[in-house]
């Protein structure tokens, strides 16, 4: 995924209200940044960090400035990292149509934001190709607090331990389930942070046991774009 448009660059000041960063570019004009991402940002919000936002076409829009990548000083040196957790579902569905995300491979068709569960919808419904359909959920990766080592989640998510269950439900009625863990960073090996929520971590496990798959891959990130590169081993 190529960003449309060159990226601007400037350097964070803070991250606020979950939404909100403040940051002032190379012009030095300070602007307010959407941030598309509900987590912790752990080791991402450290004041003075080089960032580059991506600018909204829609003249319209409250805020102007997508926050999309920080270069984070992470265990094992420097990298950017994407933070916009609204990129990952449109990593997969480029790699799907491309041919190069193994797991989906011989399905035909990719149907979005599918309504399934108790009042739930799943990021993606995989058919066609004479596959069982296979519902498909997709999370965002940007924690390391090891070198190497991608985790997830960098705070609480119940929501994310919900659809863990829902994915369980589904195999064990028959079906077919798996999730996709997009790290938007360089990344050796992926890991629940089972320290930060137990809850998942316990979802997770029990997803797994039922038969639901678990993939992990990381993306070649940089400022040109972002793409999923390769998968990595799923640790505990």
Not at 193 to 211: K, M, N, Q, V, Y
Request: proline fraction near 7%.
């Amino acid at each position: 995924m190529r960003f449309p448009t060159e990226l601007t660059e400037g350097r964070l000041v803070r991250r606020y209200k979950r939404f909100l960063a403040d940051v002032i570019l190379a012009d030095g004009r300070l602007v307010t940044a959407h941030c598309a991402n509900p987590g912790a940002m752990l080791g991402l919000n450290a004041e003075g960090s080089r960032v580059l936002l991506s600018a909204s076409t829609n003249p319209a829009r409250k805020l102007p400035f997508s926050w999309e990548l920080v270069e984070a000083d992470l265990p094992g040196g420097p990298q950017w990292v994407g933070i916009n957790t609204a990129r990952p579902n449109a990593l997969v569905a480029e790699a799907f149509q491309k041919g190069r995300l193994a797991p989906l491979v011989g399905y035909e068709t990719l149907r979005p934001e599918v309504a399934y569960g108790k009042a739930s919808r799943v990021d993606f419904l995989a058919s066609g190709g004479g596959l069982p359909p296979c519902h498909v959920e997709v999370k965002n990766c940007h924690l390391m607090r090891r070198p190497g080592l991608a985790e997830f989640p960098d705070c609480r998510a119940a929501r994310s331990a919900r659809h863990m269950e829902e994915l369980a439900n589904v195999v064990t009625t028959g079906g077919r389930a798996m999730l996709i863990v997009v790290i938007q960073m360089r990344a050796e090996a992926f890991d629940v942070a089972r320290d930060i929520d137990p809850t998942f971590d316990r979802a997770f496990r029990a997803a797994r046991a039922a038969g639901v798959e678990a993939h992990a891959v990381r993306c070649t990130v940089g400022p040109e774009g972002v793409v999923i590169a390769d998968p990595v081993p799923i640790l505990g």
